[in-house]
């Protein structure tokens, strides 16, 4: 099946810092993928569905200045959270989209921030 | 009330043992997915569908589209089944997305 990457898988950072996460699709070409968070014992909610060569649409809620979504080319897509705080610990994870109902997920990356 | 319920949040159950996860859910849907979330966090999709049955190894998923109405079934199970399942649909209308459930966590006790 499809493979999905995402780096780093753990991320510790200090609080004021930004932190980039990478979320590539390894075998097939994906022109959109999508960026979840989850709080622990929480549900996955998807923060912004990012698409190649244009800009990232975000969920209600969710600061497009404060989570920067990159998606330069058909196999990568970047996450960065700018200025963490400690309340943006927790736990990322991208998915790309093979055709309209069909995603495969990354294995997540944690973030702490101190 | 999230659109998608799972039932039940946790399940343990013995060795060998027939289990049933349920989803339901309160409006129209395209497909829904039936997840896997391990200890370390990945997620690995187990089945989609929009109808009928689908059947892989010991694993069986139904939908019944009239009744909003989803099942997950492992027969035989085993300790290495112990891990979270998670049900999300890709609800219609207005801006489609998939939403998920909060999962099941199973335990399988040798």
């Known amino acids: 099946g499809a493979v999905v990457s995402q780096h780093p898988s753990r991320v510790i950072c200090k609080s004021g810092t930004s932190v980039k996460i990478e979320c590539r699709s390894l075998?097939?070409?994906?022109?959109?993928m999508f960026w979840y968070r989850q709080f622990p014992k929480q549900s996955l909610m998807l923060m912004a569905t990012?698409?190649?060569?244009?800009?990232?649409?975000?969920e209600q809620g969710v600061e497009k200045d404060k989570f920067l979504i990159n998606h330069a080319s058909l196999t990568l897509s970047t996450l960065t959270v700018t200025s963490a705080h400690p309340e943006d610990s927790s736990f990322y994870i991208c998915?790309?989209?093979?055709?309209?109902?069909?995603?495969?997920f990354g294995p997540g990356t944690r973030l702490t921030v101190t | 009330k999230n659109e998608v319920e799972q039932s039940p949040q946790n399940l343990t159950a013995q060795e060998g043992e027939f289990i049933t996860i349920n989803c339901s859910y309160s409006v129209g849907i395209s497909a829904l997915h039936w997840l896997q979330q391990h200890p370390g966090g990945g997620i690995v999709s187990l089945f989609m569908?929009?109808?009928g049955k689908k059947k892989h190894g010991r694993l069986i998923a139904t939908i019944n589209i009239q009744e909003k109405h989803s099942s997950l079934h492992i027969t035989a199970s085993h300790p290495r089944d112990s891990t979270v399942y998670i049900c999300a649909a890709w609800l219609r209308g207005g801006n489609e997305k998939l939403t998920f459930g909060t999962g099941t966590r199973l335990t399988i006790i040798p």
């Open positions: 569908l929009s109808s």
């Open positions: 990012s698409n190649e060569g244009s800009k990232a649409t975000y």
């Open positions: 998915s790309a989209r093979v055709d309209r109902y069909e995603q495969y």
């Open positions: 075998d097939f070409q994906a022109t959109t």
